[in-house]
């Protein structure tokens, strides 16, 4: 639909003097005075450490602002508290403290001073939350719809993932580079108020490009 002959053809019709209240912007077709993030100048997110979790609870709608987009700007350092497991290896959790003997084990002592060596074909522990260093690292990113509890407007609302080529994403999870960027679109499918309540999950899983399932890929044609 070309929106600005639509916006003319009202205007030949019902007159040139738009009404402006936000609350009736949809019902008169004066959405050109709707404020909100757009597509092309949309809200913009940064994340640069993983798990990051993007809470959404706000409306959409009636308005004006009937499609509202988020553009996430990815530029992963550093894995804060998020552990990624390596195949067939399994995260270790170290609670720190003085703990007494426990069936005959005693409280370990760390000191990364000592057996500096490899020994026995073992070699020294390395503890870090860095990430780990993958050949060409992509990071997964989860979408999920809370919904508010009313079907009656959850029905009424959808909210999707973008690639950077400004195309839907086909599924609710996705996998792109660590440095990259992706769009959160939130639509209003009637032209009522629609609240909701959206996460968006980034650090869903930390994988090299060949080992990510094709189809969760943030394609860019």
Known sequence: MDVTQEILNNHLIYGASDNTNPQGLAASKSLNYAK????????????SVL???LKYADTVGLFGAENVFIKVD??????????????????????LGSFPVENTYSTAVMDVTKDLD??????PAQITNKLADLNNPYVGVSLANLKTGNKYIDAWFDVRLYTKAREEHPY???????????????????????????????GTGYKPFDEVDPRL???VN
């Open 172 to 202: 609710d999870e996705m996998y792109l580079p660590i440095r990259d960027y992706f769009y959160i679109g939130f639509h209003a499918r009637n032209t009522k108020r629609l609240p909701y309540n959206v996460e968006c999950l980034i």
């Open 51 to 53: 798990p990051r979790r």
């Open 36 to 47: 909100g993030g757009t597509l092309q100048k949309p809200v913009l997110e940064k994340v």
């Open 217 to 219: 890929i943030a394609r």
């Open 118 to 123: 490899i020994v026995n074909t073992y070699e």
């Open 74 to 95: 990815l530029n992963i350092k550093d894995t804060g508290n998020l552990c990624f497991e390596e195949p067939y290896w399994e995260c270790l959790k170290m609670t």
